[in-house]
């Protein structure tokens, strides 16, 4: 199978990525592992999430807070408005 032309930032992103995944799948916690922050578990309140995305010394944002803020003060606030 062709895989493209990649890069070796390509492919270290690729490791970290399966990573998260296989950890996922094995204990439910989405760890990036060593070097990167730590994953937050989503909260309604919180709505906290993570980030993935790299820069050029394949670190990640990490946590952020307020996922979707848009689309749920639509739902929850502004809803009622139109029903």
């Known amino acids: 199978m062709h895989r493209g032309n990649f890069s070796a930032k390509d492919y270290e992103i690729e490791k970290i990525y399966s990573g998260m ?3 996922f799948v ?3 916690y989405p760890n990036p ?3 990167q922050p730590a994953w937050k ?3 309604k309140l919180g709505r ?3 980030q993935i995305d790299f820069d050029d010394n394949l670190r ?3 946590p952020k ?3 979707q803020d848009g689309a ?3 739902w929850v606030d502004d809803a009622e408005k139109f029903v």
């Open 41 to 43: 578990p989503f909260t």
């Open 65 to 67: 807070k307020g996922y």
């Open 21 to 23: 995944v296989l950890n």
């Open 72 to 74: 749920i003060k639509l």
């Open 48 to 50: 906290d999430y993570y």
């Open 26 to 28: 094995k204990t439910g």
């Open 60 to 62: 990640m944002p990490g």
């Open 33 to 35: 592992g060593k070097g």
